[in-house]
C-alpha cells in the first residue's frame, strides 16, 4: 500500500502570507495527486488534480506542483475563506489520503 | 448541476449491518465512476471503495474487503454501500463522491450520512 506524508500537521498563518503545504509518497505515483480543502462539518472540495492542475473554479492562488515522491500545495495570499484543513490523496494505486494539514490563524 | 443525496446512517450494534444509499443526479451516472470515502469523528479521509460506470470494476480498501459491498442501479441513478459485520472501528462520516474516472479522484462530493458502531 502506498503512504501519504503531509507537512506539517498543523500551521499558523495570517491573511497574506504565502503558505506551503507537503506531501510525501512511500513509492513513486507519478503525478497522480490531488489536493482537496476541507472545513468543519462540510465535504471536502478538490482544489487541485494530477498533481498541478486547477480545478474548475477554484481561485488561481491556490497551486501545485511536484512529481514522483514530493508534492506541494501552495496558496500565494492567505485569505480568510482559505483557514480550513488540506488533505493530499494519490490515487496512482486504490487511493490513499494523507494525514491532513490545519491552517490556523496565527 | 451534480447532486449527490446519501442517506442510511444510523446508530448500529457491532456485529450488524447497515445498507448506505447515495442518489446522483445533475450528470449521466450510468459512465460514471463513483466512489465511498468516509471521516472518523475528528480524524482524517480513509477512501473506502470505488466503482465503474457498468459496476464490472470493483475495488475496496483492505479494512473493509470481505465486509462492504458496493453497487449501483444504473437505472435509478443510486449508488450503495452495504456494511456487514460493522466493528466500533467503521463509525464515521460515509461520503459518496463522483469521480473524474475509473481509479481517478474524487470531483464531487455528497454531504455524508453518519454511521456509528456502538452498544
Known amino acids: 500500500d502506498i503512504q501519504m506524508t503531509q507537512s506539517p500537521s498543523t500551521l499558523s498563518a495570517s491573511v497574506g502570507d504565502r503558505v506551503t503545504i507537503t506531501c510525501r509518497a512511500s513509492?513513486?505515483?507519478?503525478?497522480?495527486l490531488a489536493w482537496y480543502q476541507q472545513k468543519p462539518g462540510k465535504a471536502p472540495k478538490v482544489l487541485i488534480y494530477?498533481?498541478?492542475s486547477l480545478q474548475s473554479g477554484v481561485p488561481s492562488r491556490f497551486s501545485g506542483s511536484g512529481s514522483g515522491t514530493e508534492f506541494t500545495l501552495t496558496i500565494s495570499s492567505l485569505q480568510p475563506d482559505d483557514f480550513a484543513t488540506y488533505y493530499c490523496q494519490q490515487y496512482n494505486s486504490d487511493s490513499t489520503f494523507g494525514q491532513g494539514t490545519k491552517v490556523e490563524i496565527k | 448541476e451534480v447532486q449527490l443525496l446519501e442517506s442510511g446512517g444510523d446508530l448500529v450494534q457491532p456485529g450488524g449491518s447497515l445498507r448506505l444509499s447515495c442518489a446522483a443526479s445533475?450528470?449521466?451516472?450510468?459512465?460514471?465512476?463513483m466512489s465511498w470515502v468516509r471521516q472518523a469523528p475528528g480524524k482524517g479521509l480513509e477512501w473506502v471503495s470505488s466503482?465503474?460506470?457498468?459496476?464490472?470494476?470493483?475495488f475496496y480498501a483492505d479494512s473493509v474487503k470481505g465486509r462492504f459491498t458496493i453497487s449501483r442501479d444504473n437505472s435509478r441513478d443510486t449508488l450503495w454501500l452495504q456494511m456487514n459485520s460493522l466493528r466500533a472501528e467503521d463509525t464515521a462520516v460515509y461520503y459518496c463522491a463522483k469521480d473524474s474516472q475509473v481509479g481517478g479522484y474524487n470531483m464531487h462530493w455528497g454531504q455524508g450520512t453518519l454511521v456509528t458502531v456502538s452498544s
Open positions: 494530477k498533481a498541478s
Open positions: 445533475g450528470f449521466t451516472f450510468s459512465i460514471s465512476a
Open positions: 513509492q513513486s505515483i507519478s503525478s497522480w
Open positions: 466503482i465503474s460506470g457498468s459496476g464490472i470494476s470493483i
